[in-house]
């Protein structure tokens, strides 16, 4: 492959300033400066559409679907949700909604509906409403009395014909789910916690739901202004330190295929939302990555996220006249592809004749995974684009570099206009596990320097007396005197805080509403 830009030095450079260029000026995702500590930003389909946005519970971040490295007559599908965790956003730390239903669907026929869709319910259940924690004391084990607030699952597998129920089947009852990583003197073992979280199934599936790092990598600080202006400073993954929730689903391709000789699947998955009235209804969807985020308009967004496949004729403008292509032609003279773009439907509507379309396949946007192709030993993180026939387009892999092949695409890599766009950032921060669930664990809340004066492995307990005491003071008396000192006085913050909300609530209890 010839490329337009080097992947290094100056033409590094070149190839930064058409990619943020571009998306700047054609306002692709949700307005905000990204920077690596939390703030408002969009990634795959991290806050792309104004209704979800608001509502973060509910918003499929990503989905990724890959034969299983470790086991590969199986598949893996992670599905993510909540965007942009901070690590330590407490004390309310981050849940599932108890009043949604977290769908993976499977299209195993090509006709752009579902055949089979895996639903996950959750209940959240708290120990004590009398404490504002999360967790009263170290955490050591998922049914530990400690861990104040936590969750539970089922799965119900739901076989389907023509997008109506035909049966049902409990896979998983009352499941744990691996809680927030509050930091290390709440969960000073988290691994622990999340392999206890990880539950085998019947028919050999294995399931999983709990915090994890966000595994997509890329940079997305285009939005202040050019990267400031400062290219030296590209290349930095935008999701560095932040996490998600993520559900992951391991299945025997049999239970998945429509058959050995028709072995590709189609896989989305949707949140639904409890309304007043009981009713569900869609509230956000996702399928191939950057698809609501960059090929459709705002005006497209919100009816994307609560639409079906079936109904995806409707957007078919934005795929075969894309936006993007025409941006860069118009700031960076690169001239776009012709339309209409063919190629691009069959990367995101179709799948790619040879390697994961199915046979009389209806155009419909799915993550397609050819389930026969064994997993790579070595895998490309350019997938398919490199040779490597198991990465993406082909389902996603969690070290896939989607950012990079889908501006290639985008720019005429299959039809010829052969070029090595990319975002410099090749892989993630952290390291993928080799085992199911495969993400890598949450960032803890309490990451970052030490406090000064402690050191690494130091009781905190015994760091604090020390602390209070006077500067230079060797003098035990003094320090107790210095620490019961400080004792008294946080009793009495203690005593005008209770006080204070005793009397908004009297306050409050007078008011009619």
């Not at 997305?220 to 560095?240: A, I, P, Q, S, W």
Request: net charge negative; proline share 6%; aromatic share 8%.
């Amino acid at each position: 492959m010839t490329p337009l830009f080097s992947r290094s030095g100056t033409g590094r450079k070149g190839l930064v300033t058409l990619i943020c260029g571009a998306l700047a000026a054609g306002g692709l995702a949700a307005a905000g400066v990204a920077t690596l500590e939390p703030g408002a930003a969009s990634a795959s389909s991290h806050r792309e559409a104004p209704l979800i946005s608001g509502t973060p519970q509910y918003d499929n971040t990503d989905l990724y679907a890959f034969a299983s490295p470790d086991k590969p007559d199986t598949t893996t599908i992670v599905a993510d949700w909540i965007p942009f965790e901070d690590p330590a956003g407490g004390p309310n730390f981050y849940t599932f909604a108890d009043d949604a239903q977290y769908d993976i669907h499977i299209d195993n026929n090509g006709d752009a509906q579902g055949e089979l869709l895996f639903r996950y319910t959750f209940k959240t259940h708290t120990k004590n409403g009398d404490t504002f924690l999360y967790n009263t004391g170290p955490v050591t084990s998922l049914d530990d009395p400690d861990l104040n607030v936590t969750q539970t699952y089922d799965i119900d597998l739901i076989r389907l014909k023509n997008q109506h129920e035909v049966s049902r089947t409990k896979l998983a009852d009352d499941v744990p789910v691996a809680p927030s990583n509050v930091g290390k003197a709440s969960m000073p073992d988290y691994g622990k916690l999340r392999s206890q979280a990880v539950y085998k199934a019947a028919g050999g599936a294995a399931t999983f739901a709990g915090q994890a790092d966000d595994p997509f990598f890329l940079d997305l600080r285009v939005f202040d202004l050019l990267y400031g202006g400062n290219l030296t400073e590209v290349g930095r993954d935008t999701l560095k330190g932040y996490n998600v929730n993520t559900i992951a689903l391991q299945v025997p391709n049999d239970l998945i295929r429509e058959s050995g000789e028709q072995p590709v699947v189609g896989v989305w998955s949707t949140t639904q939302r409890r309304n007043a009235q009981g009713y569900y209804s869609q509230v956000s969807r996702l399928g191939n990555p950057l698809v609501n985020e960059v090929v459709n308009p705002q005006k497209d967004k919100d009816r994307f996220n609560a639409s079906q496949p079936s109904y995806d004729g409707q957007f078919l403008k934005n795929v075969t006249n894309p936006e993007l292509p025409k941006l860069i032609e118009g700031i960076y003279k690169i001239k776009a592809p012709a339309e209409p773009r063919n190629d691009l439907v069959d990367v995101f509507l179709k799948g790619v004749k040879g390697l994961n379309q199915q046979p009389n396949v209806k155009p419909s946007e799915q993550l397609r995974l050819n389930t026969s192709i064994k997993p790579s030993m070595h895998p490309k993180r350019l997938g398919v684009l490199d040779g490597d026939n198991a990465g993406f387009p082909n389902g996603r892999r969690l070290t896939d570099d989607v950012i990079d092949e889908a501006l290639q695409v985008m720019e005429g890599e299959l039809v010829g206009a052969k070029n090595d766009l990319g975002d410099a950032v090749d892989k993630n921060d952290k390291k993928f596990e080799k085992y199911f669930p495969y993400v890598a664990e949450p960032t803890a809340g309490s990451r970052g320097a030490l406090a000064k004066g402690t050191t690494k492995g130091a009781d905190v307990r015994s760091q604090l007396g020390d602390a209070l005491r006077p500067a230079g003071s060797g003098s035990s008396g003094s320090g107790n005197t210095v620490l019961i000192a400080a004792s008294a006085a946080s009793g009495a913050a203690g005593i005008l805080l209770i006080g204070t909300a005793l009397a908004w609530w009297r306050r409050r209890m007078q008011r009619p509403y």
